[in-house]
């Protein structure tokens, strides 16, 4: 008896181990990459388009057709990426069963649960091109109009001229005027204002000189309304110089985050995303206007960096200071930057942010000095800075530095060129 049982078990053994599912390795997911018919012209973009599953766990490449098969997968759910320089396409799950059925459906990180199916082999079709420039605005009459500079500088010298027609031709405010004591307004000609705004100097009329007169000197009302004009024009920043430099620096150093805290409160933005390819930031100083090109860290965009190089006046240079991994690659980056063709001859100033101080583990002034080479720059106006992005720590005091040098820069370069 004891013999039978023991032989029926070894039998159910048998089956239970025939019945087990072992994951097989023979599944493949396929598909066909579907492109706008302006967006490429040949081939080629397909050949340089590849497809993720699980963030580069397998890799795949699209053929000259558009498709794309890649073998040797086993059970389970993939997210399917296309990755494409000039394309955007939305990352899509595919779930494989046991027996080999295969199912699609649109990825929500906001609805995980969702299922929104798609038809399976896979159209994967571009969402949108990929913009690596802001779109220029365009610009309208009414723009300039309802401007605050205009309104700030043409409504008063509107009122500077429309108030003395008013006066000569209302005999009762003139009354009114002569019994308050007060002198007639001899306003300043509008010719002479607008030379002396822009060009410093009053422009002086000519008249005939008799015999025992001397020439008439500019009356008191005419001067101080020259020096209104002049200290509104310097308190507006009108007449400031505008300054192009380059904010370069390893991605997550915070370049972005610098940049909107030297933006004035109103402008800033509370939702920092990293850069793609470029943008650009404008920001003043007491006597510079700052077109700051904000050049994305990734090692994929910075071969534009040189682009904007021959343009620029300035370059700040940003450093994670709690990245003590990459400080190397940041040094490099740094050396080949000044040993550029259109920097080399040209010593502009750089300005070493040593950003997010804050942290931890953030390296010193010092240490980043030695570990980036800054001793070893010759020739060349260069400072370093403690900041924090978050705060504005340090942040003024920074730009105080690369704006003076920036200003001693071009003056001297002016002088060379007299």
């Known amino acids: 008896m004891l013999k039978i049982c023991l032989c029926l078990l070894a039998i159910r053994c048998a089956f239970s181990e025939e019945n087990v599912p072992v994951p097989k390795s023979n599944y493949a997911i396929e598909g066909e990459v579907i492109f706008p018919s302006e967006g490429l012209t040949s081939a080629k973009g397909h050949v340089q388009t590849r497809i993720l599953l699980n963030h580069g766990q397998h890799i795949g490449f699209v053929k000259a057709d558009g498709s794309f098969k890649i073998d040797g997968l086993t059970n389970g759910s993939y997210i399917v990426q296309v990755e494409n320089v000039d394309f955007l396409f939305e990352p899509i799950r595919v779930d494989i069963s046991t027996r080999g059925n295969l199912r699609a459906r649109k990825l929500s990180t906001i609805q995980p649960n969702s299922v929104n199916q798609l038809p399976y082999p896979l159209k994967l079709s571009a969402r949108e091109q990929t913009r690596y420039f802001r779109k220029r605005e365009e610009w309208r009459v009414t723009d300039f109009i309802f401007s605050p500079t205009f309104l700030m500088l043409g409504l008063p010298m509107l009122v500077l001229l429309v108030i003395p027609k008013l006066v000569a031709n209302d005999p009762e405010m003139q ?66 110089k505008q300054v192009n430099i380059c904010v370069i620096g390893l991605d997550n150093s915070g370049k972005t985050t610098v940049l909107n805290q030297l933006k004035t409160p109103d402008t800033r933005v509370s939702n920092i995303v990293p850069t793609v390819g470029l943008t650009v930031t404008n920001f003043t100083s007491p006597y510079i206007n700052f077109n700051a090109f ?60 040593a950003n997010k101080m804050d ?18 720059v010759r020739g060349r106006a260069w400072h370093i800075a403690s900041t924090c992005a978050l705060t504005g720590a340090g942040l003024p005091a920074a730009l105080e530095w690369l704006s003076t040098n920036i200003k001693n820069y071009l003056d001297e370069k002016a002088q060379a060129g007299n």
């Open 175 to 240: 009354k009114e005027m002569e019994s308050m004591q007060m002198p007639k307004m001899d306003m300043p000609d509008v010719s002479e204002m607008m030379a002396n705004f822009f060009g410093g100097n009053p422009k002086q009329k000519k008249k005939a000189i008799g015999s025992g007169a001397s020439p008439s000197q500019p009356s008191s009302s005419k001067r101080n309304g020259m020096g209104f004009f002049n200290s509104f024009a310097q308190w507006l920043g009108v007449g400031k």
């Open 294 to 353: 904000d050049m994305s860290g990734q090692s994929k965009y910075r071969n534009l960096w040189d682009s904007y190089y021959a343009t620029s006046e300035g370059l700040m240079f940003v450093v994670d200071s709690a990245d003590r991994l990459r400080i190397s690659v940041a040094r490099d980056e740094l050396w080949m930057l000044l040993d550029h063709k259109d920097l080399v001859n040209r010593k502009i100033p750089i300005l070493v942010l």
């Open 359 to 376: 942290e931890k583990d953030a390296m010193t002034s010092a240490e980043i000095t030695s570990s980036l080479g800054l001793d070893m």
